[in-house]
């Protein structure tokens, strides 16, 4: 069984968001770099305090952007399917931070179960579902190297089974709720 075709609309979009994600590290960096090495001279003239203030407020816009947002969209996308019925393990929403990461785990876990489901019955959204698990397993492995798990956080398999409807709702609701932070 291979694997569905790109949606090349998706991956453009995705791909020009970080770019621009990419971009604008670059400048945070090399703004960083100059600052560092120049900041007392850089800060006498008009010049370095023009770089010094753009500084200043560039981390502020890039830390706007939720990095979830290409999965909430995908979310809203798969939410109405009627081909997808399939029971899951659904964390809690309302689950303490130091079980945010373990809950976003359980979610795109069970979404690999809804996209091997997808692909035996060949679902109209399954390219949809693909994008969510890509996307957010990328995410979750770069953050594996902060991560620590408290001990009273709940295995994925110890939280209720619920239907797709459910299931989906409450993943948006953990989503959203990153995107807060």
């Known amino acids: 069984m291979g694997w569905p ?47 010094f203030f753009l500084c200043a407020y560039i981390p502020k816009t890039a830390a706007g952007h939720c990095k979830w ?41 069970e979404t690999k179960v809804i996209l091997q489901e997808c692909l035996i019955k060949k679902c109209s959204k399954t390219q949809d579902v693909l994008n969510i698990w890509k996307n957010g397993n990328a995410s979750l492995e770069n953050n594996k190297l902060n991560s620590t798990t408290s001990a009273k956080c709940k295995e994925c398999e110890e939280y209720e089974e619920k239907n797709f409807t459910e299931f989906i709702q409450s993943f948006v609701k953990v989503i959203q709720k990153e995107c807060k932070h």
């Not at 109405?80 to 976003?104: F, H, R, W």
């Open 5 to 51: 075709a790109r949606n090349c609309a998706g991956t453009l979009s995705s791909l020009e968001s970080r770019k621009k994600h990419l971009q604008s590290i670059c400048l945070q960096n090399q703004l960083y770099l100059l600052l560092n090495s120049h900041l007392f001279c850089l800060l006498k003239n008009e010049m370095g305090l023009i770089i």
């Open 69 to 109: 947002a290409e999965v909430l969209k995908d979310l809203e996308q798969i939410k109405t399917s009627k081909d997808i019925d399939v029971s899951l393990y659904t964390a809690n929403t309302d689950e303490g931070k130091e079980c945010q990461e373990p809950v976003m785990r359980c979610f795109f876990l």
